[in-house]
């Protein structure tokens, strides 16, 4: 009777059920369904959208132009934002949200996530509310028009392709930032929505297994989801590398300038924050299995030795049985003191690092090529 209920909240072949968090805004849920359904496909779109400045560019001769203090193709800072985080955004959409219900899916699978269908029916009306409050919804739209509005400043700059009164190219760069920085929020808010969903999910009765064959307590799926942003966070750290040069080559910044290095600690934090904080809501629940089974072997201790001093027998008392017993709960014991308190893995670390420091090898890299 359970697992019909589960499967009426989270059925297997639902796509775009509600806890693909795609929903609550008309443009998102638009985007963000292509995204699912043809991730290369929109992936494609979003960097054509991108690289119409650069046709625009061509036509007006702005794209290769050395009368121009700095012409399309060498300003970084735009293919940088628009060619390369854009697109990286909307293959976010798809790969990340688009798994979340198969996640849950397998955590219910596995035995993990044991809720009832009252329970389930709270978190799908909290996940509901969240996605339809106002701020929600609205607050991506401010960002944009925010990010649109300071770029109009940008299109004064004499001597650029992006001169307004010179090239009508300039003009898209309000209409491309109101994508990136719409996107850019809302799936911040998106990926904050699914931390609150795993923290009351594991509110409720769970089933951590702490032998469990991923080495994760039953909780791999979970630690899959996390590792979908390794290549996201691996792009964006080529990102946060591209826009520091560009602000030392094209607007001769110092290298280790406060800006630049106030961008680079940006991306660490807000990488470790993307990568670990849907995990962390596990990391109690995973301790208290522990304690748990810790506290188990100690009873069976107590047990097995109570048992041998009540024995009247005295060559009971040293047989073989016992010595084997002992010796399984000696091996237990040690296993389980030896559990990992956390849903990743070394694996997972080293992605982590090697994600993390990817601004650093990039910007390494042109340094010894230029």
């Not at 998106?190 to 297994?209: D, E, P």
């Not at 630690?223 to 964006?236: A, D």
């Not at 660490?268 to 993307?274: N, Q």
Request: hydrophobic residues 50%; glycine residues 6%.
């Amino acid at each position: 009777m359970k697992s019909t209920l589960v499967a009426s909240q989270i059925p297997r072949d639902a796509e775009f059920g509600l806890f693909s968090l795609v929903h609550g805004d008309l443009l998102g849920g638009m985007i963000g369904r292509f995204a699912i359904r043809s991730p290369l496909y929109a992936v494609s779109l979003a960097a054509v959208l991108s690289f119409s400045a650069a046709l625009v560019a061509s036509f007006e001769g702005s794209l290769v132009n050395e009368d121009l203090n700095l012409d399309l193709l060498h300003d970084i800072g735009w293919w940088n934002q628009f060619l390369l985080a854009f697109p990286t955004l909307i293959y976010l959409t798809g790969s990340y949200f688009g798994e979340f219900p198969k996640t849950l899916r397998h955590l219910i699978d596995s035995g993990v996530l044991q809720a009832d269908d009252k329970q389930w029916k709270t978190v799908r009306r909290f996940t509901h509310a969240k996605l339809m409050n106002t701020t929600f919804v609205l607050l991506p739209y401010v960002c944009a028009i925010a990010a649109a509005g300071l770029t109009m400043n940008v299109l004064q700059a004499n001597g650029t392709w992006y001169d307004a009164s010179r090239y009508i190219a300039g003009w898209l760069i309000p209409a491309h930032a109101f994508f990136l920085y719409f996107f850019m929020t809302y799936l911040a808010l998106r990926l904050y929505t699914a931390f609150l969903i795993l923290k009351m999910l594991f509110s409720f009765s769970v089933n951590i297994q702490p032998f469990h064959a991923d080495g994760c307590g039953g909780l791999g799926g979970l630690m899959v989801q996390s590792e979908k942003l390794y290549w996201v966070m691996v792009t964006f750290g080529v990102v946060a590398a591209l826009g520091i040069l560009s602000n030392t080559f094209v607007y001769s910044l110092d290298l280790f300038s406060i800006y630049n290095i106030f961008l680079l600690l940006s991306y660490i934090l807000l990488t470790g924050i993307a990568f670990f904080l849907p995990l962390y809501a596990l990391s109690d629940r995973m301790r208290e299995a522990k304690q748990r089974l810790l506290e188990t072997i100690r009873q069976r201790y107590h047990a097995l030795n109570r048992k041998r001093d009540s024995d009247d027998n005295e060559l009971d008392k040293s047989s073989s049985s016992y010595r084997v017993d002992l010796a399984a709960l000696k091996e237990l014991r040690q296993t389980a003191r030896s559990m990992q308190v956390w849903p990743f893995n070394s694996s997972s670390l080293v992605k982590f690092v090697c994600a993390a420091t990817t601004p650093v090898i990039v910007i390494a890299v042109v340094l010894m090529l230029t």
